[in-house]
Nanobody
Framework: QVHLAESGGGLLQPGDSLRLSCEVSGGSFRRYVMGWFRQAPGKEREFVGAISRSGGPIYGLDSVKGRFTFSRDTTKSTLYLQMNSLEPGDTAVYYC???????????????????WGQGTQVTVSS
């Protein structure tokens, strides 16, 4: 059974940086396209972006380009989300997800993700 576990959330101030981690177990990390999503209170879930099997980034939100970076460490079966210059609008529960099929037309739109983590809260407030 594939299990995804996010960690690293917290309470930050505007302008701070934070790195989220997502450890994958029970599956073959190398095979998955990995994505990040977020959901703010009262809002629909958003596709933040993804990283392909080869490490290529896909951004789902223009608002995070230049501030957020996706990376993956195959040796640790871990996905990372480096968030810089955090803004109050980044406040949300952040989820990682894995796409086993890795169909490009799907995962670049935030679709086709088979496995999900439980989420980690990120709060940005002054």
């Amino acid at each position: 059974q594939v299990h995804l576990a996010e960690s690293g959330g917290g309470l930050l101030q505007p302008g701070d940086s934070l790195r989220l981690s997502c450890e994958v177990s029970g599956g073959s990390f190398r095979r998955y396209v990995m994505g990040w999503f977020r959901q703010a209170p009262g809002k629909e879930r958003e596709f933040v972006g993804a990283i392909s099997r080869s490490g290529g980034p896909i951004y789902g939100l223009d608002s995070v380009k230049g501030r957020f970076t996706f990376s993956r460490d195959t040796t640790k079966s871990t996905l990372y989300l480096q968030m810089n210059s955090l803004e109050p609008g980044d406040t949300a529960v952040y989820y990682c997800a894995a796409s086993e099929t890795g169909i490009y037309s799907e995962y670049v739109r935030g679709r086709g993700y088979n496995y999900w983590g439980q989420g980690t809260q990120v709060t940005v407030s002054s």
